[in-house]
């Protein structure tokens, strides 16, 4: 059965640091571009970041350009997110999904939280 | 960056009735390869997102026929032939074609 697990989500100050996972299981991982998308408590999604499947092009949305960085190995069939000068805007619940297509996501992670508070 | 604009964003519905939800985006979404990358999503409450239709109008494995998707161009419609209560949640179309990806605001089908 498909799976992605989020982690790393959690409470940082303004300005701090995370590092967010992804564990992919029961498919072929090196096969497929990987997407963030992020949901802020109580709103809509908003696309983060894709990755193509060797890692050689990424992609962020301008909100989060030069803080965020999308990154995978797929010796461990992981995903991560590199997230740093946190700021308030971006609390929200960070899933990961799987682009099984061009343009479209199939599959999704339960997510993980983090909050950017003081 | 290519908006999308769903409507209505809430949509009481009686039980076994149908409901519509309409999805614009400001540009096209016709991809180099001839693809219309619009897809729309469920997200059911305190879950996460489950897709339900891609390019267009192909339905997900396990989704019931009940929903159907069609469109073109930059008018996208999402129809559900007859609400069940498990339906209840939070439709998105997302567009795929031009980067960033984006999606819609989001529908709120309830119950009435």
């Known amino acids: 059965e498909m799976q992605l697990v989020e982690s790393g989500g959690g409470l940082v100050q303004p300005g701090g640091s995370l590092r967010l996972s992804c564990a992919a299981s029961?498919?072929?991982?090196?096969?497929?571009?990987m997407s963030w998308v992020r949901q802020a408590p109580g709103k809509g999604l908003e696309w983060v970041a894709n990755i193509n499947q060797d890692g050689s092009e990424t992609y962020h949305v301008d909100s989060v350009k030069g803080r965020f960085t999308i990154s995978r190995d797929n010796a461990e069939s992981s995903l991560n997110l590199e997230l740093n000068s946190l700021r308030a805007e971006d609390t929200a619940v960070y899933y990961c999904?799987?682009?099984?297509?061009?343009?479209?996501?199939?599959?999704w992670g339960q997510g993980t939280l983090v909050i950017v508070s003081s | 960056d290519v908006v999308m604009t769903q409507s209505p964003l809430s949509l009481p519905v009686t039980l076994g009735q149908p409901a519509s939800i309409s999805c614009r985006s400001s540009?096209?979404?016709?991809?180099?390869?001839?693809?219309?990358?619009l897809s729309w999503f469920q997200q059911r409450p305190g879950q996460s997102p489950r897709r339900l239709i891609y390019k267009i109008a192909d339905r997900d494995s396990g989704v019931p026929d009940r929903f159907s998707g069609s469109g073109s161009g930059t008018d996208f419609t999402l129809k559900i032939s007859r609400v069940e209560a498990d339906d209840v949640g939070v439709y998105y179309c997302m567009q795929g074609t031009h980067w960033p990806w984006t999606f819609g605001q989001g529908t709120k089908v309830e119950i009435k």
């Open positions: 999904a799987r682009a099984e297509a061009p343009g479209t996501v199939d599959h």
């Open positions: 029961g498919f072929t991982f090196s096969y497929y571009w």
């Open positions: 540009q096209n979404l016709v991809d180099t390869n001839g693809n219309t990358l």
